[in-house]
């Protein structure tokens, strides 16, 4: 599972000649990682109960993760976008 | 099914298609810069797409109308199995946020349109350049031809398909008059056509979601009914396997198989060609980063899609080719001209993807085949007329492709095009963080990556097929059932790790890299990231 990993590391890399990894970096590592976790564990959530209006809670808890992982794409983005006004100098584009 | 001709919905669809195709002309006008005649105003829309424009068009390309059939047909006959393309998408998008930007800064600085441009500068070998091009046409040409099967699955439906015993002329001139029309307008209007008609696939796909998803189940007494129906179904024993039909939730045996799936197509989607015409097309990196923001808006759209799977199975619906299943729902469900209003909303839905993966596909042969090995001298006139007869030659080929062999020919293929597409990885996105792979490293894994996903496929059965007959098969060492593509991928990878010491140990000679660290962080309006393209008359990319 090589592949996994490397994908929360991806937003540090961009500033190779400031090799920072601050609190903020982690955090925007943590909200792109988390959606993996929780959607690569399958035995989590390969259930039927609680159902929710009927339908199993296999169905319902990933349709869930997909406003969840939104959420936290968009905390991720606001972050990013945070810290590279912060290292431009508050310089707006 | 077949019974005569579905009035109503046939005006309705061919209403819609009329209004798509003059658009799709008209388009050509739309946003129009002063220079036509460059690759990037044809093959990528002069570049300049914003937030909502590239929304639209990703969603358009991306989930395709043999998506929107095949999804809720796979959970139609299997169940549960059929949902990872929700996990998948779920992924997909964490996943592009960290690589996409890079990219679009890359190759904007450099004037890269396709990703073998990216890794020939980049590793400066047009061996693996080349190889990423040749899987990139690869994989594409079957996924055209699927979209074929999505429109001829709704015009059989609506009873314009024929009979078994009509003139093969006869019974196929509604898809040859559907693609003619397509192949016209894309050779005219270039990436602006579908650009813009993916406003009226989208929208009357949201609508036909919303209504479906609604209307059907109060009319199947609510979801408790439905999946009540499918559980009793997917518990029967299929006499060829002696095993359950399906199951509503994966059993132990299942989850590798699950997880795999839905990583591997996550990391595979942005390595198609036509994935990464449509990102390239934006005006600047935000909108690439804002779109992974609001893109998962499709992903809920999937997940409702997918349970009209089992409402097919609650309504009664019986089709013996699974694909017809869910245009078979609508008619039995929706009244004629609403059914005529989903119709068209699936067969728009595979115009606007084969348009991009047709302009993808001849991008790839002109930058990549054309003008490196075969005329390196060519204008950006003439690559622009080789990309526009390559893009009617593309259709032309998944046209006898799909008249000419069975259709499991090409959803075969297709399932190879996702296994061999997400071979080019390690080089496309391992080359976007880092220059420490070996090119001949870099190619030797592809290859084995090829060989091995090609002949593990090769070896699945299934009960009506020999060989093809998935993509899930067992993972050397470890003995669960996983996704074929992402075996060949992890091998890939630890041969391009191992070659990769080998080869720097040697010293075997490096390519040379034209590019800099700080041109992947570049951003439009930067200095240095000159607009070599011209700025289009609206909204020119200085406006953010």
């Known amino acids: 599972m090589s592949a996994v990993p490397d994908a929360p590391d991806a937003p540090q890399a961009p500033e190779a000649e400031q090799p920072v990894v601050t609190p903020m970096r982690l955090i925007i590592a943590l909200c792109l990682f988390a959606p993996f976790v929780a959607m690569l564990w399958v035995g989590s959530y390969a259930k039927v109960d609680p159902t929710f209006i009927g339908m199993p809670f296999f169905y319902w808890y990933q349709m869930a993760w997909v406003l969840i992982s939104t959420a936290l794409t968009v905390i991720a983005y606001k972050l990013w976008q945070r810290d590279q006004r912060a290292r431009k100098g508050g310089a707006s584009k | ?544």
Do not use: C
């Open chain 2, 1 to 544: 099914m077949n019974d005569g001709v579905n009035g109503v919905a046939l005006g309705v669809f061919i209403f819609f298609f009329v209004a798509v195709t003059a658009m799709g002309f008209l388009a050509a006008r739309w946003r129009k810069a002063e220079n036509e005649n460059s690759l990037d105003e044809w093959g990528l829309g002069g570049r300049s797409f914003g937030t909502w424009v590239t929304w639209f068009l990703l969603g358009g390309d991306l989930y395709t109308a043999y998506t929107f059939v095949a999804v809720p047909a796979a959970i139609y006959a299997a169940g549960a199995a059929g949902f990872f393309a929700v996990p998948y998408t779920i992924l997909v998008y964490p996943l592009i946020f960290t690589f996409l930007p890079r990219l679009w800064s890359v190759s904007h600085k450099h004037g890269y349109v396709t990703t073998a441009d990216f890794v020939r500068g980049r590793f400066g070998s047009k061996g693996l350049s080349l190889a990423v091009a040749f899987t990139g046409l690869l994989a594409t040409m079957p996924y055209i031809a699927l979209q074929l099967v999505g429109i001829q699955a709704v015009l059989d439906v609506m009873g314009v398909g024929g009979g078994e015993n009509t003139n093969w002329f006869i019974k196929d001139l509604p898809l040859l008059i559907a693609f003619g029309v397509l192949a016209a307008y894309t050779y005219s209007s270039g990436l602006r056509a579908p650009a813009l008609i993916a406003f009226v696939k989208d929208t009357l796909i949201y609508i036909v979601i919303a209504v479906a998803i609604v209307y059907i189940p109060i009319k199947l007494g609510g979801f408790d009914e439905i999946f009540a129906a499918a559980g009793e179904k997917f518990s029967q024993i299929n006499p060829a396997t002696d095993k359950p039909v399906g199951a509503l939730v994966p059993g132990e045996m299942g989850q590798w198989g699950y997880a795999t799936l839905a990583l591997g197509s996550a990391l595979a989607l942005f390595m198609y060609p036509h994935s990464i015409t449509a990102t390239l097309s934006s005006r600047s990196r935000e909108v690439i980063r804002r779109n992974t923001t609001i893109l998962p808006l499709y992903s809920l759209m999937l997940g409702l899609l997918a349970l009209l799977g089992f409402m097919a199975i609650a309504a009664g619906v019986k089709v013996s080719n699974g694909q017809l299943a869910i245009p078979q729902l609508f008619e039995n469900m929706f009244p004629d001209w609403f059914a005529g209003v989903a119709f068209a909303a699936i067969g728009i839905g595979a115009l606007v993807p084969a348009a991009i993966m047709s302009i993808a596909a001849a991008n790839l042969f002109t930058r990549n085949i054309y003008k490196d090995f075969l005329k390196p001298d060519a204008t950006p006139a003439q690559e622009t007329k080789v990309s526009k007869l390559v893009s009617l030659l593309v259709k032309v080929g998944a046209l006898v492709f799909v008249l000419t062999m069975d259709k499991t020919v090409a959803i075969n293929f297709q399932l190879l095009g996702g296994i061999w597409i997400l071979q080019t990885f390690p080089a496309l996105v391992g080359g976007l963080f880092t220059r420490w792979f070996h090119r001949w490293a870099l190619i030797a894994g592809w290859a084995v990556g090829m060989i091995y996903g090609t002949a593990a496929a090769y070896g699945v059965a299934s009960p009506t097929q020999k060989h093809f007959g998935g993509s899930s098969a067992e993972i050397p060492g470890i003995g669960e059932i996983g996704y074929i593509g992402l075996t060949a991928f992890v091998l890939n990878v630890v041969v391009t790790v191992v070659l990769t010491f080998v080869l720097r140990a040697a010293k075997a000679p490096d390519g040379i890299d034209e590019t800099s660290p700080s041109d992947y962080t570049a951003d439009a309006g930067d200095p240095g990231v000159k607009v070599e393209l011209p700025p289009v008359t609206a909204g020119a990319p200085g406006g953010h």
